[in-house]
């Protein structure tokens, strides 16, 4: 299987703050990842699918970027319906695997 | 408007079987892949199966395999996780989810999900 690995695993940020979420891939996935979004009690939500092409509906503020086995989500201007954990996800192989998830928290 | 609704979770023993309902509206499941997505109290998701839009091929994460079942009845515009010989390991809130037109994996709608325990 190809392992998500996400880092930070939590952080720490203020409204207004520029967020970056880093995820690497055990192998390459060409641009096969996707970024979902879960806040406490409910299901995840895709914010992002092949790299950087942005789910109808989801904020400008979120995008992302990368190729091969590096990849970014970039929150421009963290407001405070963003507090939650945000998880990648490859979509390249089967079975289709998540990172552990990154946590953004109030600071 | 589209929406997936999950039910029949609940406590069961280890060895114990339980199926799980996911009721679809808004979209045909002739039409797009279906999965099922777990996640454990304080952890990560974890994909587990899914199903074609066709319903003639399904596939399983290790885990479940041999154990899990998955269907649908696109009449009824219902999906189906059929679990058995269950475990203290499989203690986990439950997703269905659709899978985007023409994209595998990329989950664009997910259900409130509902909650399996195993436990004796």
């Known amino acids: 299987d190809i392992q998500m690995t996400q880092s930070p695993s939590s952080l720490s940020a203020s409204v207004g703050d520029r967020v970056t979420i880093t995820c690497r891939a055990s192998?390459?996935?060409?641009?096969?990842l996707s970024w979902y979004q879960q806040t406490p009690g409910k299901a995840p939500k895709l914010l992002i699918y092949?790299?950087?092409s942005l789910q109808s509906g989801v904020p400008s503020r979120f995008s992302g970027s990368g190729s091969g086995t590096d990849f970014t989500l970039t929150i421009s201007s963290l407001q405070p319906e963003d507090f939650a954990t945000f998880y990648c996800q490859q979509s390249y192989g089967t079975p289709p695997t998540f990172g552990g998830g990154t946590k953004v928290e109030i600071k | 408007q589209v929406q997936l609704v999950e039910s029949g979770g609940g406590l069961v023993k280890p060895g114990g079987s339980l199926r799980l309902s996911c009721a679809v509206s808004?979209?045909?499941?002739?039409?797009?892949?279906m999965s099922w997505v777990r996640q454990a109290p304080g952890k990560g998701l974890e994909w587990i199966s899914y199903?074609?839009?066709?319903?003639?091929?399904?596939h399983y994460a290790d885990s479940v395999t041999g154990r899990f079942t998955i269907s649908k009845d696109s009449a009824k515009n219902a999906l189906y996780l059929q679990m058995s010989s269950l475990r203290v390991e499989d203690t986990a809130v439950y997703y269905c989810?659709?899978?985007?037109?023409?994209?595998?994996?990329?989950?664009?709608?997910w259900g409130q999900g509902t909650t399996v325990s195993v436990s004796s």
């Open positions: 989810a659709r899978e985007l037109k023409g994209y595998y994996f990329v989950m664009d709608v």
């Open positions: 199903i074609t839009n066709s319903g003639r091929a399904t």
């Open positions: 808004g979209f045909s499941l002739s039409d797009h892949y």
């Open positions: 192998e390459s996935i060409g641009n096969y």
């Open positions: 092949d790299t950087s």
